[in-house]
């Protein structure tokens, strides 16, 4: 090997070795949720009556009402960076069991699957198959239900405008946009059986989820993306507001966001959710994306400053603990 090559060799290598040490850092560089640890509301004390909800990390919420109980999303598994990033991801049922054990659900009347992303629909079809629960969802997420070989009978298809009662709850499922990301688009078309590369969860359509329950109406907004108008005349006391990639836009599209969400439905509270890193355990302490995916700081100031300018109340909803979302509003 000449001079020249291995000059060549040595500067690749090199090269290939900063940019690995830069990885390692964009990784393990994030954020810390400490800060905001007095915002969290406090778990439901006593012998627990009406709606309460259980924040299950990323847009999983469960809204139980003592007879009644629907779920969002229901995303458990979390595989790892390593496993989303270079193979294929399914769902573990392992960890599907013992986080519904965990977060006390025998029964579920509904999964309610927002958008189709593997972060959001890939466990969905073996909640409901423990649960008895229908999936709802777009096509996209009946082709998920279906890839898992989950019951007809256990899928609904819903569109733009759709309401469905479940005992004392009314869904309402209203078309959004997902968050503008390199993975917002697309269909799945057939049936997709895991194990699967995680970019084959295709979005499908979003949706805005308003949920009413004994006069009192909570918006699920798990992306942060909207459509202009989309959720005018409509109104929810408390919005669960997805915030995943918000500290990456620009001032002026978390302005439109806010006011499309937020504003649009008049809510006097807002608690972010999907500011996690899901690639990470359940059963650990829930830590922010890290800076290379979002920031979860930018996107709290621009929050916080809102709320406190227009008199909205801003909270965090601790993991695993059933909460009264309506407390003090």
Same mark, same amino acid.
């Given at each position: 090997?000449?001079?020249?090559?291995?000059?060549?060799?040595?500067?690749?290598?090199?090269?290939?070795?900063? +940019?690995?040490?830069?990885?390692?850092?964009?990784?393990?560089?994030?954020?810390?949720?400490?800060?905001?640890?007095?915002?969290?509301?406090?778990?439901?004390?006593?012998?627990?009556?009406?709606?309460?909800?259980?924040?299950? =990390?990323?847009?999983?919420?469960?809204?139980?009402? *003592?007879?009644?109980?629907?779920? %969002?999303?229901?995303?458990?598994?979390?595989?790892?960076?390593?496993?989303?990033?270079?193979?294929?991801?399914?769902?573990?049922?392992?960890? &599907?069991?013992?986080?519904?054990?965990?977060?006390?659900? %025998?029964?579920?009347?509904?999964?309610?699957? %927002?958008?189709?992303?593997?972060?959001?629909?890939?466990?969905?079809?073996? !909640? @409901?198959?423990?649960?008895?629960?229908?999936?709802?969802?777009?096509?996209?997420?009946?082709?998920?239900?279906?890839?898992?070989?989950?019951?007809?009978?256990? &899928?609904?298809?819903?569109?733009? =405008?759709?309401?469905?009662?479940?005992?004392?709850?009314?869904?309402?499922? #209203?078309?959004?946009?997902?968050?503008?990301?390199?993975? %917002?688009? =697309?269909? &799945?078309?057939?049936?997709?059986?895991?194990?699967?590369?995680?970019?084959?969860?295709?979005?499908?359509?979003?949706?805005?989820?308003?949920?009413?329950?004994? +006069?009192?109406?909570?918006?699920?907004?798990?992306?942060? *993306?909207?459509?202009?108008?989309?959720?005018?005349?409509?109104?929810?006391?408390?919005?669960?507001?997805?915030? +995943?990639?918000? *500290?990456?836009? +620009?001032? @002026?599209?978390?302005?439109?966001?806010?006011?499309?969400?937020?504003?649009?439905?008049?809510?006097?509270?807002? #608690?972010?959710?999907?500011?996690?890193?899901?690639?990470?355990?359940?059963?650990?302490?829930?830590?922010?994306?890290?800076?290379?995916?979002?920031?979860?700081?930018?996107?709290?100031?621009? &929050?916080?400053?809102?709320?406190?300018?227009?008199?909205?109340? !801003?909270?965090?909803?601790?993991?695993?603990?059933?909460?009264?979302?309506?407390?003090?509003?």
């Amino acid at each position: 090997m000449n001079r020249y090559a291995k000059r060549t060799l040595i500067a690749f290598v090199a090269f290939l070795l900063c +940019g690995a040490i830069w990885l390692a850092y964009e990784f393990g560089s994030r954020p810390s949720v400490a800060p905001y640890a007095y915002l969290a509301l406090a778990p439901a004390a006593g012998k627990v009556t009406g709606l309460r909800v259980t924040f299950l =990390g990323v847009s999983t919420l469960l809204f139980d009402d *003592g007879e009644t109980a629907i779920l %969002t999303d229901g995303f458990f598994t979390r595989p790892d960076w390593k496993t989303v990033l270079t193979r294929k991801v399914r769902p573990d049922s392992e960890r &599907i069991a013992k986080s519904l054990q965990r977060a006390g659900i %025998t029964r579920l009347d509904a999964v309610i699957v %927002t958008h189709s992303h593997y972060d959001h629909a890939m466990d969905s079809p073996e !909640v @409901a198959r423990r649960t008895g629960a229908i999936v709802l969802g777009s096509e996209s997420t009946a082709n998920v239900a279906r890839g898992w070989k989950l019951a007809e009978n256990q &899928i609904r298809i819903v569109g733009n =405008g759709d309401q469905i009662e479940f005992g004392r709850f009314q869904v309402t499922f #209203i078309q959004t946009r997902h968050a503008p990301t390199d993975f %917002t688009g =697309g269909e &799945i078309r057939e049936p997709l059986m895991p194990p699967v590369r995680a970019n084959q969860y295709r979005e499908g359509s979003s949706f805005s989820v308003l949920i009413k329950h004994n +006069g009192k109406t909570l918006l699920v907004q798990s992306t942060a *993306g909207f459509v202009e108008g989309a959720l005018r005349g409509q109104q929810a006391d408390v919005v669960f507001l997805g915030i +995943g990639a918000l *500290g990456n836009q +620009g001032e @002026a599209y978390r302005q439109a966001y806010w006011h499309e969400t937020v504003q649009a439905v008049g809510a006097s509270r807002v #608690i972010p959710i999907h500011w996690d890193d899901f690639t990470r355990p359940l059963d650990q302490p829930l830590v922010p994306l890290p800076y290379l995916f979002d920031d979860l700081d930018k996107s709290m100031a621009f &929050i916080l400053g809102r709320g406190q300018h227009e008199g909205v109340d !801003v909270k965090f909803a601790p993991t695993w603990a059933k909460v009264d979302p309506f407390a003090g509003v």
